[in-house]
C-alpha cells in the first residue's frame, strides 16, 4: 500500500516535469509526511490542458452520505480497479497523477516494531504515481478527492511490503491521463527494480504530527 508520503519542493517546481499549470490553491511549501485526508497535488488533463490541482485524499464514492460514511479509501488495488463499484467510472474517466518526492513503508521489526523506510527514485526525479480522482457533492458540501492505484510489489520492495505504489514513467503520462488512446490497464505493473533506491529512516515519521527534511535522512 501507500499510507504516506513527502513533497520536498514548491508546487511550481513540481509542476514543471509534467508541463502542468500550478492552481493558485495549492499549498505553498514542501511537507515531508503527507498522510490521508491531507490535501495533494495531482495533475489532470482535459481540453489539452495539464492542470496541476488541489485533492483530498481519500476517494469518496458518490453514496457516501459523510466524508467518514464508510471505509477510507487512500488506495485502489490495480487488479481490481476496473470492476469495484467504487472505482470503476474514475478508472475509465478520471485518472490523475500524484507527484511525490519519495514514499515511506513499513516493515516489521523485532517484537513488532514499526521500521519505517523511505524509497525514491534512483535519479532523483520526482515519483508520479498513477491515481484516480473523483468530485464528491452532499448537502452542499464538495471535495475533489483521489486514491493511488498499487500493485504487487517489485523483488527489491518485497523485502519490506508485499505491495507498492503503480509509479509510471514521463513516456507513460499521456496514456494515463487519457491523452493517447486506450490502454492504460496495461501499466498498472510494479516499477524496474532499479529506479527505486530503499533507505531506513528514524521512527520520528510513525508521528502523523511529525514533519521536517530530517524524516527522510537515512540512518
Not at 508520503?5 to 513540481?14: L, V
Not at 467518514?68 to 467504487?86: E, M, Q, S, V, Y
Not at 514499526?114 to 464528491?136: E, K
Not at 493511488?148 to 503503480?166: D, F, Q, S
Request: net charge negative.
Amino acid at each position: 500500500m501507500c499510507g504516506r508520503f513527502a513533497i520536498t519542493m514548491p508546487a511550481e517546481a513540481m509542476a514543471e516535469p509534467f508541463e502542468a499549470v500550478p492552481g493558485n490553491d495549492l499549498s505553498g511549501g514542501p511537507d515531508f509526511n503527507i498522510c490521508p485526508t491531507d490535501m495533494v497535488a495531482a495533475v489532470t488533463s482535459a481540453g489539452g490542458l495539464r492542470r496541476l490541482r488541489p485533492m483530498r485524499w481519500g476517494f469518496l464514492p458518490h453514496w457516501y452520505k459523510t466524508p467518514t460514511d464508510g471505509p477510507l479509501l487512500i488506495n485502489a488495488r490495480a487488479d481490481t480497479l476496473a470492476h469495484k463499484p467504487a472505482f470503476a467510472a474514475a478508472a475509465r474517466q478520471r485518472r490523475c497523477l500524484i507527484p511525490a518526492s519519495g514514499f515511506y513503508e513499513w516493515q516489521t521489526g523485532p517484537q513488532g516494531a514499526r521500521l519505517p523506510w523511505y524509497i525514491s527514485r534512483s535519479d532523483g526525479a520526482p515519483l508520479a504515481f498513477a491515481a484516480i480522482w473523483q468530485d464528491w457533492e452532499r448537502d452542499g458540501h464538495s471535495l475533489t478527492t483521489c486514491a493511488i492505484v498499487t500493485t504487487g510489489a517489485n523483488a527489491r520492495m518485497a523485502e519490506i511490503h508485499t505491495r507498492m505504489p503503480v509509479i509510471l514513467e514521463p513516456a507513460d503520462w499521456p496514456l494515463w491521463l487519457g491523452e493517447a488512446g486506450h490502454g492504460a490497464a496495461l501499466l498498472m505493473r510494479p516499477a524496474d527494480e532499479g529506479g527505486v533506491q530503499l533507505h531506513r529512516v528514524g521512527t520520528a515519521v510513525n508521528s502523523t504530527r511529525a514533519d521536517g527534511p530530517e524524516l527522510i535522512e537515512p540512518i
